[in-house]
């Protein structure tokens, strides 16, 4: 069988439709669109339509789409940036403990620079309890943030009912929502959102940008100051192409949800299945129904998801352990702790994230590969021995060895 791809969360493969929308503006109207002669005006045409793309998949205006660098940039964008901007009414955030590096990182930034940060906690699957919200609400409370769905093990979380409470309250809201922006349903009024995140290449799109929804009279400060590009959010000369790509894969994406949805759904149901019933000692991490449709995220105990790994890539098997930061390092994964998961089950931390190519017989060949692979990673490991099942999956382990 030929390589199989189940890591679409990581990213995804550029659709052949979104590089052919792409390339006129390498090859041709290559100008920049701050030119006056037609070459950049053809280029700033591109992008004007692909800002009208984005902002028809997320139901916004298009000019409360500001383009950026990555998902990564548009996340630092929002906090940073709403941060500066409420210098005098507040210094107050409130996230969550399983929001992406991209989030995370960037509040612990701000806390070194004397803002006052609420980490808020998830239950068992994964969920933040909006009612959490509405109680870590203070009068310095200037914005929360907290994601749409989370990359490593699929949570959707309840963003319309956080948004509504913030706007009651009268404090913005922010949503990463790069892992759901063309995969399920996302609009940004029914949602409640002030500020939304989304990155071109976790929707079929190329890498290297992504976009910022800003509410139409949210003030927010730049980043990345310069010639005033982006209505002076986001100075330097576009990335014409990068961003016509994007247009391009949010209006297919518009297209072909319903399909894309039950198509992953189902795979994914196969594999969350055929796991759990053929891997003993194995658990599904995340919430069993508010999940994303393509995302199988599974602990196998005794044996390190770094091991699995290897062993699919030698069977030409792509996939992911944790979120690809941590794999790498040592270090469990910060969602699969703050879920209650022990150390060591979330060490055998396995996501599989399907998508538009994959089939049922990928499927198939999975769970038939996968499982002598944990027997025999199982009987080579030296923590399997002398375990037994019945601790499975509390939260302490007495005849466990404590960590380090
Ligand atoms: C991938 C990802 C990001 C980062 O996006 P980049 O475009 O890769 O910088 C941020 N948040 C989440 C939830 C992601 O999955």
Redesign the pocket.
Known sequence: MKSIYFDH?ATTPPRPEVVAAMLPYYHESWGSPSSFHSSGQTAREGMERAREQVAALLGSLPEEIVFTG???EA?NQALVGISLANQKKGDHIITATIE?H?VLHTAKFLESHGLKLTYLPVDATGLVDPDDVRKAITERTILVSI?HAN?EIGTIQPIGEIGAICRERDVLFHT?A??TVGHVPVNVRELNTDLLSL?A??LYGPKGV?ALFVRKGVRIAPLIHGGGHERGRRSSTENVPGIVGLGEAARLAAQDMEWEMRHSAKLRDSLIEGLLARVPNSLLAGHPTQRLPNNTSVCVRYIEGESMLLNLDFEGIAVSSGSACTSGSLEASHVLLAIGLPHDAAHGSLRISVGRGNTPAEVDHFLNVFPPIVEKLREMSPISAGQSADDWPGADHPHHPPEH
Do not use: E, F, L
């Open positions: 969360a990555s998902g990564t996340d992406h991209a994601m990359n990463d790069v892992q990155s290449h976790k992504g």
